[in-house]
C-alpha cells in the first residue's frame, strides 16, 4: 500500500470551486482509501496499491472534469516524495522565521538550468527562490498577497505548471501522509514505474 499527496491547482480560489466532501468521495469512488482533506483548498492524503504518480494525476483529473464538471490540475506525490521535498528544503531559515511567507510550488516537471535562470531573472523584489527537482522554494519576505512573482510568472518562467502551498500546510500534510505510511499493515511497496 502506497500513501499520496494530491494537490489541486487553484480550487477554491480564482472561481473554482470544489466542495472537500465531493471531492473525497470522488477518490474513493475511484477506489482510493482512507481519503481525507486538509483546508478548502484542494489537498488529499489517501492510499492506493502503487500506482504510478501521473497515472494518478490523470484519473483524478479525468474525474474531476467528467464528475464534477471542473478542470484543474493534480499534483502528486507519494509519501517518500514529499518528505524527500520537505528534507530538500533549501531555505530552512525562512522556514523556521515565517513558515507562512516561505511557499513550495509543486511542478509537473523538473525545470532545466535555463528555466531556473529564467525565474531568478523574474524576481523583482526582495523573493528568495530556489528549485530543487519537481519543487521550486519561494520566500516571500513581504509577504504573497502584494509580490510580482506570481504563480503564472512562475510557470512562465519554469516551462511547467505548478501549484504553491506555505510550509505550514506542507508540513501538516508531511506529517499526515508520514504517519499513515509508518502504520499501515505490512511494508509498504513501492509505487510502479
Known amino acids: 500500500m502506497v500513501t499520496y499527496v494530491a494537490l489541486l491547482r487553484a480550487v477554491n480560489v480564482g472561481g ?9 468521495a470522488l477518490a474513493a469512488s475511484l477506489g482510493y482509501g482512507n481519503v481525507r482533506s486538509f ?15 501521473v497515472a494518478v494525476e490523470h484519473r483524478l483529473a479525468e474525474a474531476t472534469g467528467r464528475r464534477l464538471g471542473v478542470r484543474t490540475e493534480f499534483f502528486v506525490r507519494t509519501s517518500p516524495e514529499w518528505t524527500a521535498a520537505i528534507e530538500a528544503n533549501p531555505l530552512a531559515e525562512a ?17 532545466s538550468g535555463a528555466e531556473v535562470k529564467a525565474l ?17 522554494y519561494i520566500a516571500y519576505p513581504e509577504g504573497i498577497a502584494g509580490s510580482r512573482l ?10 511547467t505548471p505548478g501549484t504553491g502551498r506555505n510550509w505550514n500546510t506542507v508540513r ?6 508520514t504517519d499513515r505510511a509508518e502504520s499501515s499493515s505490512g511494508p509498504a511497496r513501492p509505487a510502479r514505474s
Open 95 to 111: 522556514a523556521v522565521r515565517d513558515p507562512s511567507h516561505l511557499v513550495v510550488v509543486f511542478l509537473k516537471a523538473s525545470p
Open 120 to 136: 531568478r531573472a523574474a524576481v523583482m523584489g526582495p523573493e528568495t527562490v530556489e528549485v530543487v527537482g519537481r519543487q521550486a
Open 172 to 177: 501538516r500534510l508531511g506529517a499526515e501522509a
Open 150 to 159: 506570481t504563480l503564472s510568472r512562475i510557470e512562465r518562467a519554469l516551462g
Open 39 to 53: 483546508l478548502q483548498t484542494g489537498n488529499l492524503v489517501f492510499d492506493s496499491e502503487g500506482e504510478r504518480p
Open 16 to 24: 473554482i470551486r470544489i466542495a472537500m466532501d465531493e471531492l473525497r
